[in-house]
């Protein structure tokens, strides 16, 4: 805010008392005119703050209050300062913006299940999904082995008996970062969820919070071969309607319209699973049932030079995508990660969103927890101590704000799979031109 000084005169010599108090007026006037501006006003709250021309009621008292005549002054007197008009200060248009989308017309429910339960590679998966009418149910809690947990907001504990009938809905499977759990970045999910889509995350057996706390993770071969793996076996129980576990939930699922997303390790994952992978641990083979991806903070190479997925698999994916990535993601930077993919896939179309100041943890529920645990909820330190330590990679003060990450990240991603699945417009580029806080680009 400025400070302001307006001087009135200190002698009436000369001025009438009505004079006086039309000038008082008048320079409050003023004070408040400069202050709107120096404490930025916009918008509609601007243009009302400064008007162009003076009030009637100013203009009334200026008309019956003119000051009488003043004497000549004497040689001696200076003669007195005639005030000059200030002008109005024009207040600025507000910064141009995007329409954000946020919940959607569904209520969310939510399970866990578990396939493959006889296999040597059990999955357990959570399913986020829309759901029909009001349900008197538990808020859905997504615990850590420690049994600490975070509570959704708005997910409720139901089964498929609970799956909107406006079905069937596009599928969405979700991958977690290595080292995360199926339910890392739930505000997603579940959004996703309550516009329409039944959502599958599955837990990377192998590279999963659980098994980094106790120091048996696989190797990066094996889990770089798995997780495509994992994600076929989900599209696999979620589209078979006579699975024992899952039937339920594939019947609200179009098998015509499936996408895959994911954050981190689970980024590579959306595009190994479009371009098959094959390292020293084995092959696993592409599935042409995926239509298209979202890639989230993705990892195609590391800080050492070598690259998770080579030029060759990139080259071959060639679904629609939008990769999303935050400016200052110090994890798995924009280059080489996002660059190799944007300059190597055959994605059309393919859009490419940048969140200016957003970190590798600003795509995940870290900010969220942070949130829980400062407001008393209850947590033991192991966790909290993780937890902020994450927390350092995108709850900063010098991050792009958690709730705008959190509204753009769901909006161009709603959008682009709109586009796909229902032959919508997706965000045009130029609409973005004024957009400060975001570089997109479209090809």
Same mark, same amino acid.
């Given at each position: 805010?400025?400070?302001?000084?307006?001087?009135?005169?200190?002698?009436r010599?000369?001025?009438?008392?009505a004079?006086?108090?039309?000038?008082?007026?008048?320079?409050?006037?003023?004070?408040?005119?400069?202050?709107?501006?120096g404490?930025? !006003?916009?918008?509609?709250?601007?243009?009302?703050?400064?008007?162009?021309?003076?009030?009637?009621?100013?203009?009334?008292?200026?008309a019956?209050?003119?000051?009488?005549p003043?004497?000549?002054?004497?040689? *001696?007197?200076?003669?007195?300062?005639?005030?000059?008009?200030?002008?109005?200060?024009?207040?600025?248009?507000?910064?141009? $913006?995007?329409?954000l989308?946020?919940?959607?017309?569904?209520?969310?429910?939510?399970?866990? %299940?578990?396939?493959?339960?006889?296999?040597?590679?059990p999955?357990?998966?959570?399913?986020?999904?829309p759901?029909?009418?009001?349900?008197?149910?538990? !808020?859905?809690?997504?615990?850590?082995i420690?049994?600490?947990y975070?509570?959704?907001?708005?997910?409720?504990?139901?089964?498929?008996?609970?799956?909107?009938?406006?079905?069937?809905?596009?599928?969405?499977?979700?991958?977690?970062?290595?080292?995360?759990? =199926?339910?890392?970045?739930?505000?997603?999910?579940?959004?996703?969820?309550?516009? +329409?889509?039944?959502?599958?995350?599955?837990?990377?057996?192998?590279?999963?919070?659980?098994?980094q706390?106790?120091?048996t993770?696989?190797?990066?071969?094996l889990?770089?071969?798995?997780?495509?793996?994992?994600?076929?076996?989900v599209?696999?129980?979620?589209?078979?309607?006579?699975?024992?576990?899952?039937?339920?939930?594939?019947?609200?699922v179009?098998?015509?319209?499936?996408?895959?997303s994911g954050?981190?390790f689970?980024? @590579?994952?959306?595009?190994a699973?479009?371009?098959?992978?094959?390292?020293? !641990?084995?092959?696993?083979?592409?599935?042409?049932?995926?239509?298209?991806i979202?890639?989230?903070?993705?990892?195609?190479?590391? =800080?050492?030079?070598?690259?998770?997925?080579?030029?060759?698999?990139? *080259?071959?994916?060639d679904?629609?995508?939008?990769?999303?990535? +935050?400016?200052?993601?110090?994890?798995?930077?924009v280059?080489?990660?996002v660059?190799?993919?944007w300059?190597?896939?055959?994605?059309?179309?393919?859009? =490419?969103?940048?969140? %200016?100041?957003?970190?590798?943890?600003?795509?995940?529920?870290?900010?969220?927890?942070? !949130?829980a645990?400062?407001?008393?909820?209850?947590?033991?330190?192991?966790?909290?101590e993780?937890v902020?330590?994450?927390?350092?990679?995108?709850?900063?003060?010098? $991050?792009?704000?958690?709730q705008?990450v959190?509204?753009?990240?769901?909006?161009?991603?709603? =959008? @682009?799979?709109?586009?796909?699945?229902?032959?919508?417009?997706?965000?045009?580029a130029?609409?973005?031109?004024?957009?400060?806080?975001?570089?997109y680009?479209?090809?």
């Amino acid at each position: 805010m400025l400070g302001v000084g307006v001087i009135l005169p200190t002698s009436r010599r000369g001025w009438s008392d009505a004079t006086i108090a039309v000038m008082r007026r008048v320079a409050l006037l003023v004070v408040a005119g400069v202050i709107a501006a120096g404490c930025g !006003a916009s918008g509609d709250e601007a243009s009302s703050a400064a008007p162009a021309t003076a009030t009637p009621e100013v203009a009334e008292a200026t008309a019956t209050a003119a000051p009488e005549p003043s004497p000549e002054p004497s040689p *001696t007197e200076a003669p007195t300062a005639t005030a000059t008009p200030v002008p109005e200060p024009t207040p600025e248009p507000p910064a141009p $913006d995007l329409e954000l989308i946020g919940d959607g017309a569904y209520g969310v429910g939510s399970a866990t %299940v578990v396939i493959g339960a006889d296999s040597d590679r059990p999955l357990t998966v959570q399913i986020w999904f829309p759901m029909a009418g009001e349900l008197d149910a538990d !808020a859905v809690r997504y615990t850590f082995i420690t049994g600490d947990y975070y509570e959704s907001p708005r997910a409720l504990a139901a089964g498929a008996d609970r799956i909107a009938p406006a079905g069937p809905f596009p599928l969405v499977v979700y991958s977690h970062g290595s080292g995360g759990v =199926r339910y890392i970045h739930s505000d997603y999910t579940e959004t996703l969820a309550s516009h +329409g889509y039944v959502v599958a995350a599955p837990d990377h057996t192998g590279n999963t919070a659980v098994e980094q706390f106790l120091g048996t993770e696989d190797d990066r071969d094996l889990t770089a071969l798995n997780r495509p793996s994992d994600v076929i076996a989900v599209i696999d129980a979620m589209t078979d309607p006579t699975d024992p576990v899952t039937g339920g939930y594939a019947a609200a699922v179009d098998a015509e319209r499936i996408a895959v997303s994911g954050h981190s390790f689970g980024g @590579f994952t959306a595009y190994a699973t479009i371009a098959g992978h094959a390292n020293e !641990a084995g092959t696993s083979p592409p599935d042409d049932r995926v239509d298209a991806i979202i890639p989230i903070a993705p990892a195609t190479g590391s =800080r050492e030079g070598s690259t998770l997925l080579t030029d060759a698999q990139l *080259t071959a994916v060639d679904v629609p995508a939008l990769v999303i990535v +935050g400016t200052d993601d110090k994890t798995t930077p924009v280059e080489p990660n996002v660059e190799r993919a944007w300059e190597l896939t055959s994605s059309a179309p393919h859009y =490419r969103l940048e969140l %200016v100041a957003a970190e590798h943890q600003s795509f995940t529920d870290v900010c969220d927890y942070v !949130a829980a645990y400062d407001a008393g909820q209850e947590v033991s330190d192991p966790v909290r101590e993780v937890v902020e330590t994450f927390a350092v990679e995108g709850c900063s003060a010098d $991050d792009m704000p958690i709730q705008r990450v959190k509204g753009l990240t769901n909006t161009f991603a709603l =959008r @682009f799979l709109a586009s796909v699945f229902a032959d919508a417009p997706m965000i045009d580029a130029a609409d973005t031109a004024g957009v400060a806080d975001i570089v997109y680009a479209a090809k």
